[in-house]
């Protein structure tokens, strides 16, 4: 835990909707084994409440919430509050909700008269019946009620005393919190700190969240204006992902909260330094989940938020960082790029160590050409913030401790496009594997969908005396990225493996050829999967092979 002093201060709570409202973000479509990643990024970061979707509104967010997950983390699910005219016993929307396993529904409730004019088209008292019943169905079911008003900020200038009158409803029905949702995120933060002051000072003991859009920049101003008026739970995503220009960061939020003033004296969150100082990886991470590259320039965790141009801001970090650097770059996982292989560095990998459980004595030796083997790697391309088993893999051999499995001889994939006999265009991929077992050969060929595909069962096909071991990998998620390195093109390739356990892990592989970068990263998510069995036979002795099938 965070050696933090939480006398006198006061709790803010953080709600990420990354999995729902920035699942709106164009290009971004989560597959159910993103979000369930997703979900356990989060719950490692140490925020308070993930809200996973939308259930009955698609069947994804239906499927995840039909069970329970195993996360610390509060679960909300989102939805409308119930429409005119039914009871919220017999609102489909709304039972969908109840049926989902969440700890808490979110409900949206229109906050502007104007649209429940025009969109929702019933009377403004229909609207604030449908938030009163809507919760108290909610608490009824044993769920605690959280009310987003949507367009709160642009209703409130337009009809002031309504847009009150729709937090008060939340707030008299039970909603443990009520949101003001600054929905088109064009209000400035001067307008978010009076507004929230004012529904604070008209309905007494409410409390309230913020949830802000950046479009006009504003989205982490406003989260704060919020704050210092008196709100107590901030609503964002990671990486400020969302729709149009995105919610408020979480990833910038979170160290400002904690690092800046006035804040960091007034304030905790369920964040501990700890789970900050992982902060840099979780967002690159975020991003080779999403498959598109790192903004370099993100605020605290961007390869450029500190990084320094030699010359004369450079020799002046060397002598005393705090001179160009606002914030300690480790405080949040980053690292000071002017000083190349130094100290920086070197307690990243030993961080990264220390998170996969790879013991080292921090002045071995390895550790140096650990870190230089990194380097090397990720100039030509590896990227091993979203590929935690390739850098274990990579780590164990450096170190010593990995020892060889099997070797690949040599392995072949023909792509054959033909007519068949019924003259349907059809496309064949085969792949034949020639592994080396303790001297002995084995030969494997296998068909697939494609030639990944093809290649991946080929190799898994029949590996000897591992074979029971890895039987139970299936491939979850394949990600390819083209880029520019140097002067030629480069193929990085992240793949995703899950276990019977349920456990998962990604590997990375690069290379020119498509099918070279994705058979590195198939050979090292067998081999990370053989070395975890080892180590948990070792910790279970006596237990055999055997169990680490289980
Ligand atoms: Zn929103």
Same mark, same amino acid.
């Given at each position: 835990?965070?050696?933090?002093?939480?006398?006198?201060?006061?709790?803010?709570?953080?709600?990420?909707?990354?999995?729902?409202?920035? @699942?709106?973000?164009?290009?971004?479509?989560?597959?159910?084994?993103?979000?369930?990643?997703?979900?356990?990024?989060?719950?490692?970061?140490?925020?308070?409440?993930?809200?996973?979707?939308?259930?009955? @509104?698609?069947?994804?967010?239906?499927?995840?919430?039909?069970?329970?997950?195993?996360?610390?983390?509060?679960?909300?699910?989102?939805?409308?509050?119930?429409?005119?005219?039914?009871?919220?016993?017999?609102?489909?929307?709304? @039972?969908?909700?109840?049926?989902?396993?969440?700890?808490?529904?979110?409900?949206?409730?229109?906050?502007?008269?104007?649209?429940?004019?025009?969109?929702?088209?019933?009377?403004?008292?229909?609207?604030?019946?449908?938030?009163?019943?809507?919760?108290?169905?909610?608490?009824?079911?044993?769920?605690?009620?959280?009310?987003?008003?949507?367009?709160?900020?642009?209703?409130?200038?337009?009809?002031?005393?309504?847009?009150?009158?729709?937090?008060?409803?939340?707030?008299?029905?039970?909603?443990?919190?009520?949101?003001?949702?600054?929905?088109?995120?064009?209000?400035?933060?001067?307008?978010?700190?009076?507004?929230?002051?004012?529904?604070?000072?008209?309905?007494?003991?409410?409390?309230?969240?913020?949830?802000?859009?950046?479009?006009?920049?504003?989205?982490?101003?406003?989260?704060?204006?919020?704050?210092?008026?008196?709100?107590?739970?901030?609503?964002?995503?990671?990486?400020?992902?969302?729709?149009?220009?995105?919610?408020?960061?979480?990833?910038?939020?979170?160290?400002?909260?904690?690092?800046?003033?006035?804040?960091?004296?007034?304030?905790?969150?369920?964040?501990?330094?700890?789970?900050?100082?992982?902060?840099?990886?979780?967002?690159?991470?975020?991003?080779?989940?999403?498959?598109?590259?790192?903004?370099?320039?993100?605020?605290?965790?961007?390869?450029?938020?500190?990084?320094?141009?030699?010359?004369?801001?450079? &020799?002046?970090?060397?002598?005393?960082?705090?001179?160009?650097?606002?914030?300690?770059?480790?405080?949040?996982?980053?690292?000071?790029?002017?000083?190349?292989?130094?100290?920086?560095?070197?307690?990243?990998?030993? @961080?990264?160590?220390?998170?996969?459980?790879?013991?080292?004595?921090?002045?071995?030796?390895?550790?140096?050409?650990?870190?230089?083997?990194?380097?090397?790697?990720?100039?030509?391309?590896?990227?091993?913030?979203?590929?935690?088993?390739?850098?274990?893999?990579?780590?164990?051999?450096?170190?010593?401790?990995?020892?060889?499995?099997?070797?690949?001889?040599?392995?072949?994939?023909?792509?054959?496009?033909?007519?068949?006999?019924?003259?349907?265009?059809?496309?064949?991929?085969?792949?034949?594997?020639?592994?080396?077992?303790?001297?002995?050969?084995?030969?494997?060929?296998?068909?697939?969908?494609?030639?990944?595909?093809?290649?991946?069962?080929?190799?898994?096909?029949?590996?000897?005396?591992?074979?029971?071991?890895?039987?139970?990998?299936?491939?979850?998620?394949?990600?390819?990225?083209?880029?520019?390195?140097?002067?030629?093109?480069?193929?990085?390739?992240?793949?995703? &493996?899950?276990?019977?356990?349920?456990?998962?892990?990604?590997?990375?592989?690069?290379?020119?050829?498509?099918?070279?970068?994705?058979?590195?990263?198939?050979?090292?998510?067998?081999?990370?999967?053989?070395?975890?069995?080892?180590?948990?036979?070792?910790? &279970?002795?006596?237990?055999?092979?055997?169990?680490?099938?289980?």
């Amino acid at each position: 835990m965070a050696a933090e002093n939480s006398i006198g201060r006061e709790r803010i709570q953080l709600y990420d909707t990354t999995l729902r409202d920035g @699942a709106q973000t164009t290009g971004v479509d989560f597959s159910l084994a993103d979000k369930l990643a997703v979900m356990k990024m989060l719950d490692r970061l140490g925020i308070d409440v993930i809200e996973g979707g939308y259930p009955g @509104a698609n069947p994804l967010d239906t499927q995840l919430f039909s069970q329970k997950h195993p996360i610390r983390t509060k679960l909300s699910c989102f939805g409308m509050t119930k429409r005119a005219g039914v009871s919220a016993s017999n609102d489909p929307g709304v @039972a969908a909700l109840l049926q989902a396993e969440a700890d808490i529904v979110c409900y949206v409730a229109k906050a502007w008269d104007f649209h429940v004019r025009t969109a929702l088209g019933c009377t403004l008292d229909e609207n604030l019946d449908g938030v009163r019943e809507s919760v108290a169905a909610a608490l009824a079911r044993g769920r605690e009620a959280i009310v987003d008003c949507e367009h709160f900020f642009d209703g409130y200038k337009a009809n002031p005393a309504y847009a009150v009158d729709v937090a008060r409803a939340a707030h008299e029905a039970g909603a443990g919190w009520v949101v003001l949702c600054d929905t088109n995120g064009g209000t400035l933060p001067d307008e978010v700190e009076c507004n929230v002051a004012a529904v604070i000072a008209a309905v007494p003991g409410i409390r309230l969240g913020i949830h802000a859009h950046d479009d006009t920049g504003h989205a982490i101003a406003n989260s704060l204006a919020a704050v210092r008026a008196g709100a107590r739970q901030i609503q964002g995503t990671l990486n400020g992902l969302g729709e149009r220009c995105g919610n408020a960061n979480l990833v910038t939020l979170i160290p400002t909260l904690k690092l800046k003033e006035p804040y960091a004296s007034r304030f905790e969150t369920g964040v501990s330094d700890e789970a900050m100082a992982g902060l840099t990886q979780l967002s690159r991470a975020f991003d080779e989940l999403l498959n598109r590259q790192p903004n370099r320039q993100a605020p605290y965790v961007g390869a450029s938020a500190f990084a320094t141009k030699a010359g004369i801001h450079a &020799s002046a970090v060397l002598k005393d960082p705090r001179t160009y650097e606002h914030v300690e770059p480790q405080r949040v996982g980053n690292s000071r790029a002017v000083l190349v292989s130094t100290q920086a560095g070197r307690s990243n990998v030993l @961080a990264e160590l220390e998170r996969l459980g790879i013991s080292a004595p921090r002045n071995d030796q390895r550790i140096a050409r650990l870190l230089e083997e990194v380097k090397d790697r990720e100039a030509v391309g590896y990227a091993y913030e979203g590929a935690d088993a390739s850098f274990y893999v990579l780590a164990q051999r450096v170190l010593g401790r990995a020892r060889e499995y099997f070797r690949v001889e040599r392995f072949k994939v023909n792509v054959e496009r033909r007519y068949n006999a019924n003259g349907q265009l059809v496309t064949f991929s085969e792949a034949t594997v020639k592994v080396n077992i303790d001297g002995e050969t084995m030969i494997s060929a296998a068909e697939g969908d494609g030639p990944v595909n093809a290649l991946d069962r080929a190799l898994r096909k029949d590996l000897g005396k591992y074979q029971r071991l890895i039987e139970g990998i299936s491939l979850v998620d394949f990600k390819v990225r083209i880029f520019q390195g140097g002067t030629d093109a480069v193929t990085r390739v992240l793949i995703e &493996s899950r276990d019977e356990t349920g456990d998962s892990w990604t590997t990375v592989g690069v290379s020119a050829n498509i099918i070279d970068a994705s058979f590195q990263a198939l050979t090292d998510s067998i081999v990370y999967k053989l070395m975890r069995g080892e180590e948990a036979d070792a910790r &279970s002795p006596g237990a055999g092979a055997v169990s680490l099938i289980l």
